[in-house]
């Protein structure tokens, strides 16, 4: 089945010829989590170009306080609540909210806000293109580099584009950016390097720079840590250090380490009403894992192992739950 979707990618369909139906807005989410979900582990396009004429992009400069009024910035696209299928009618608590355009090689982008949550950075982006019908067909990749604090953010992240029409690209981005002092206000800044379309065949070449400050001293006055601190082990011996579950407005992520991995655990969610908690992004290795899911607001939870094999062709096996290992935590308390 893997070889039959691979012959796919490179296909190109004539649009005019099919009976396009519209995506419900459940079609819509299925799409957006499988996106999302192969490219977490990865950067969005790996060849970086390292061009031999220095670009005169401009550098945007924002610095954004607690005074900033917000409401009057106008944000092209999606919010970042559509993101993170945030249940909350607005995440403006948590914010900076940028509206700030630069423009490189006859292209705008503007940065349109960003959240700086636990061990991740949201970033809302538009990019103002020209289009052509064949342009459409394929999905649109920029690298996107973050520092903080002066320090290259090199940890992979996940998204992609959010809408592409002839006239912009709606562009969401989740950087993993580790451990950091929420408590303390952060210089920020992203370089959008290129747009490249998912074929390689097509690249807007330019360089975006955005410079700003933002703070997460509202989120982390509303983050909770659970420990779990529960291990288990493997039929090969592995073992599974399940340490914490970390609860934001933004999101949840539970934190565990598989050393000396040969197979891979990861966890869901399951709610008091046994539906399962979306789950959006993951990291998995000897450094350190976490699964993070969307946001969860209290009541009973079970958080349940599933382990991932391979056989001797390298070839995924069926997955098993773990139910011997599932833990129950009540976040009512």
Do not use: C
């Not at 400069?61 to 993170?84: C, H, M």
């Not at 250090?241 to 970390?246: F, H, I, K, R, Y």
């Not at 094999?309 to 098993?320: F, K, T």
């Amino acid at each position: 089945m893997k070889d039959l979707l691979k012959k796919f990618n490179d296909e190109k369909i004539d649009l005019d010829q099919l009976d396009v139906q519209p995506l419900t807005d459940l079609e819509k989410k299925v799409i957006k989590k499988r996106l999302k979900k192969k490219l977490m582990r990865r950067r969005s396009m790996p060849v970086k170009v390292i061009a031999s004429v220095a670009s005169l992009a401009l550098v945007s400069i924002i610095a954004v306080n607690s005074n900033f009024a917000l409401a009057d910035i106008p944000i092209i696209g999606a919010k970042l609540e559509a993101f993170v299928y945030s249940q909350q009618d607005s995440l403006t608590d948590y914010k900076t909210i940028l509206g700030e355009s630069v423009e490189d090689n006859g292209v705008k982008v503007t940065l349109n806000e960003v959240i700086l949550d636990d061990g991740q950075l949201l970033i809302s982006s538009t990019f103002h293109t020209k289009l052509n019908g064949d342009d459409l067909n394929y999905n649109w990749f920029s690298d996107i580099d973050v520092y903080i604090d002066g320090r290259k953010i090199e940890m992979g992240g996940g998204g992609g584009p959010e809408e592409i029409t002839e006239s912009y690209i709606h562009y969401f981005w989740s950087a993993d950016v580790g451990q950091l002092d929420l408590q303390k206000e952060k210089s920020i800044r992203i370089v959008f390097n290129d747009l490249r379309r998912s074929d390689r065949d097509e690249i807007i070449k330019g360089k975006w720079h955005f410079k700003f400050k933002a703070s997460a001293e509202k989120l982390f006055a509303n983050t909770k840590t659970v420990p779990i601190n529960q291990q288990f082990t493997l039929e090969n011996g592995q073992t599974i250090d399940v340490q914490s579950l970390v609860l934001t407005p933004i999101s949840s992520k539970i934190v565990y380490e598989m050393p000396n991995v040969s197979d891979y655990v990861y966890f869901k969610i399951e709610n008091e009403h046994g539906e399962e908690i979306q789950a959006t992004s993951a990291q998995y290795g000897d450094g350190g894992s976490y699964n993070r899911f969307v946001a969860i607001d209290g009541g009973k939870i079970k958080i349940i192992p599933v382990l991932e094999m391979r056989d001797l062709n390298n070839r995924y096996l069926p997955e098993q739950i773990l139910e011997h290992e599932v833990i129950e935590l009540d976040l009512s308390k």
